[in-house]
DNA sequence: GGAAACCCCCAGAATTTTTAAGGATTTTCT
DNA sequence: AGAAAATCCTTAAAAATTCTGGGGGTTTCC
């Protein structure tokens, strides 16, 4: 009987105790399972270098946003796999996350390339029986949430450089116009012609900024 | 008891009853599963068009290379899955594809954003049955392969715009570096300089053009 | 050996992007 | 309501990037 060994990490002390209890209690033909907690961004760093020179964990299941303690600044849980890759790329990893945020959802596929990404509302016992054994066996696994962002994206023609981006994504935290300049390293026309020239993309010619967000959201960009 | 209909277009006579067979003994709460069948692009034409002034189907599962009768020239799914979503959008689209080649995924994704992409080693039994439940009930479903040239798409950070994405494809295809000119609108030296613009993002300098094409499949681009 | 194909580099031309400045319109605040 | 601030649009010159044609070197294949 070999051991599968998952890392859980996340904030909330008693839905992982429901993850830990649903994990273990998985039938894996030839696999005992054995889950790890951890509910803070420190804590979970500290076992995942512990791993390095021990038992490397299977997967290392991340949520996206965690509190470190005594903190009100959130850690990212997309920090904690990027670590994680470098010291343990032998450990898959899979996130879960409480929004089905495009942006975010994007962001993370881009810099950690995660073995599986669930949208917490997505996830019951057996969509996680699910995910675990195709993480092992047979990996992505994206849950459903995830794979309408996905989709989204891939269905999507238009090409954006990072300038674009970061326009938009400002544009959508609400940062005002003149406030732009001080993120983006243009000057104030350029983003101007740049905001025009996406308004033509998105099919928003002369409408104002909220409704160049509302369709690039729903186009899967922010 | 509702009737679900799937319309079947794939120019293997046997698979394809054999998909029939299959899917009309599927267990699906409420549903009575009724599947046509067509094996040439006509056939398959004609019965879309039909149904749009009859019964939509549900399903329209789709082979992406089909075969004309009589002639030797493949009619592509993909122009059937265009027409498609032109005649009858309410009807749900699958593709059924032999290789999981990623600039073909890549390419439907785009122009027909299907809500299912299946290849044909992935389908069993069980895969064909979770498909039919996920696209009507929550689609996209992707299965395994098709979710693993997905992910390298969604992984990549390199952006290339439509010249050199033609300048890729004609070179994967085995077209002569002095031929590529016929098909791309540039001149030599452009496209020279762009395939060295290419090399330095995928990290092949001073490499060859087969280096060039084996990391950009890699990476899912072709 | 010789022709054809491929690879590399350069410099001017052509194109696109950025920038600054000026003015019109709308929004915000008092 | 009126002033100030912010947004939106246009224009024209500067800057940056891309395209192109040419010269020349190396490899490949008859």
Redesign the interface.
Known sequence: MKTLRILAIDDHEMTMLGYKFILENIEFEGYDIIVDTANTYEAGKKLIEDSVNSFKYDILLLDVQLFAPNENQPHSGEDLGILARKLVPQSKIAFMSSFSDNFRI?SI??SV?PDGYLVKTDIDPKTLEDAVK?IVL?P?Y?S?KA??A??K?????I?L?EKDKQILYHLSMGTKNKDLEKHIRLSPSSIENRKRHLKSLFGTENENDMALIIAAKNRGFI
């Open positions: 994007n596929l881009k390339d195709t047979n992505p994206y459903s794979l309408t996905i989709r994206k891939m269905a999507n023609d090409e450089d």
